[in-house]
């Protein structure tokens, strides 16, 4: 796949795989933060799965 690129350009490519897999991160954990913001604030979530470890979790906590 790369065995004709300059290093120069090989550095390039890792360096725009990087920034493209903080965007990822990025917008996987913004998802994450708006599921949990709906799901912390009521028992939405604990009404729909009440046997998931995270809800066992949440009420042995509460």
Do not use: K, N, Y
Not at 17 to 34: K, N, P
Request: hydrophobic fraction near 45%; glycine fraction near 4%.
């Amino acid at each position: 796949m790369f065995a004709d690129v300059a290093d120069e350009a090989l550095v390039g490519a890792i360096e725009q795989a990087a920034r493209d897999e903080a965007q990822a991160a990025a917008r996987r954990l913004a998802a994450i933060a708006e599921l949990t913001r709906r799901r912390v604030d009521g028992s939405t979530f604990q009404r729909r799965h009440p046997d998931t470890p995270c809800t066992r979790t949440m009420s042995f906590l509460s």
